[in-house]
């Protein structure tokens, strides 16, 4: 079969097996009628074969190989024996997948399906990276809450959905990608387990880095703090020194153009009020004068 996709500005081509079963999520991302920059042709293997290249970083569940500009990826999970795919860079436009038959359950989780594709490389290719935040729009913006897992994020967009109307894109993936002089938050295939997912596009109005705390309290970060905080949180291929570099001034960039802020924040509807009151100082400037006229 041969079906198309486009996340953010990349649009690619994947020609797989009748029986490759393709998760919700990603479904969401296909799209017609369209020209692919880039070729993924997956099929299904009895075993995995050895790489080609050298060896540059090892993780437990990830091995890379380089061929000069080439990469190949041996594909597993944490805790599990083996790997489940190779994926292998054959040109600038063209990739294989090899899968294999006796992993196919795997492929029914969202982050397991994704690698095959090692998207966060072709992203940078458009001026785009993945940012670890839950995403919601609210006035028709887009606003990231980000922080490492088990702080809050999901919570907390959950909150402005109860309180202030906004909705949920994505509870733990945003793409962003920088349009002429703005930044824009797209969806992704990846949601953790908020199980919340959209492909949607909204311009981005702020990132919101989250604190957990006994009280509510909120600032906005200088562009040096909000770096340190913020770089954590993004995809990027630490064993590569050009996507690094690249990485780094993406969200230099980002900065340039987005404010950040750090919300100490607990699970109220207090926390929203506070973010809310920074993000809109001249709605509640607003709102308090004609209070007073009453």
């Known amino acids: 079969m041969h079906r198309l996709f486009k996340l953010g500005g990349f649009c690619f081509a994947a020609d797989h097996p009748d029986t490759l079963v393709f998760p919700p999520n990603f479904l969401r991302f296909e799209t017609k009628d369209v020209q692919p920059a880039y070729f993924y042709t997956l099929r299904f293997v009895k075993s995995i074969p050895n790489p080609v290249g050298v060896c540059t970083a090892v993780r437990e569940d990830l091995i890379v190989y380089r061929d000069g500009e080439k990469e190949s990826r041996l594909l597993g999970i944490q805790g599990m024996l083996g790997f ?48 670890h935040s839950a995403y919601i729009r609210h006035r028709g913006r887009a606003i990231l809450f980000s922080a490492p897992s088990g702080t809050g994020k999901s919570t907390q967009a959950s909150l402005w959905a109860q309180y202030a109307g906004a909705e949920i894109i994505n509870g733990d993936r945003a793409l962003l990608q920088k349009v002429q002089d703005c930044w824009m938050a797209r969806g992704w295939p990846v949601c953790g387990t908020s199980g919340i997912c959209q492909n949607a596009d909204a311009r981005l109005s702020a990132v919101v880095l989250l604190r957990q705390a006994k009280k509510n309290a909120v600032r906005r970060l200088s562009r040096g703090e909000a770096f340190l905080r913020l770089y954590g949180q993004v995809t990027v291929n630490r064993w590569d020194q050009a996507e690094s570099a690249r990485v780094l001034d993406a969200v230099e960039a980002l900065l340039r153009r987005v404010p950040a802020f750090l919300l100490d924040c607990t699970i109220s509807e207090e926390a929203v009020d506070c973010l809310y009151e920074a993000l809109y100082p001249a709605t509640v400037a607003e709102t308090v004068r004609l209070r007073e006229c009453l």
């Open 84 to 131: 489940y795919a190779l994926y292998r860079e054959l040109d600038d436009t063209h990739a294989e997948v090899m899968i294999a038959e006796d992993c196919r359950g795997c492929l029914v989780f969202d982050p397991v399906f994704a690698s095959l594709f090692a998207l966060e490389r072709r992203m940078l290719q458009k001026d785009s990276f993945i940012l």
